[in-house]
Nanobody, 122 residues
Framework: QVHLVESGGGLVQAGGSLRLSCAPS??????MGWFRQAPGKEREFVAA????????SYADSVKGRFTISRDYAKNTVALQMNSLKPEDTAVYYC?????????????????WGQGTQVTVSS
């Protein structure tokens, strides 16, 4: 079992920045990812990385604007979101894969956080 707690969501104007954080507890895992779900849409992949810190990957829609990273001192994973757009508005979820299979598919993730709302106003 892995328990995940997200923090850092909020309301920001277009062009602004937010930093999300995910704190895991419980057993070990291979991959941590971020997904988002906007109203009326499916939950989509945003970014992911191996817990070891290697191979960060991003959706095309956020590449160059978002950065996923691990804070080794705090044992958390952050999603730094810059140049935010109204279309980034969604509930953001962190999730983990116990054993790596595929980082892009949400059904490959075993445990999920409760989600944090990000709203970008135009």
């Amino acid at each position: 079992q892995v328990h995940l707690v997200e923090s850092g969501g909020g309301l920001v104007q277009a062009g602004g920045s937010l930093r999300l954080s995910c704190a895991p507890s419980g057993r070990t895992f291979d991959v941590m990812g971020w997904f988002r779900q906007a109203p009326g849409k499916e939950r989509e992949f945003v970014a992911a990385m191996f817990w070891s810190g290697r191979s960060p990957s991003y959706a095309d829609s956020v590449k160059g604007r978002f950065t996923i990273s691990r804070d080794y001192a705090k044992n958390t994973v952050a999603l730094q979101m810059n140049s935010l757009k109204p279309e980034d508005t969604a509930v953001y979820y962190c999730a983990v894969q116990i054993y790596y299979t595929n980082i892009y598919f949400r059904d490959r993730y075993d445990f999920w956080g409760q989600g944090t709302q990000v709203t970008v106003s135009s």
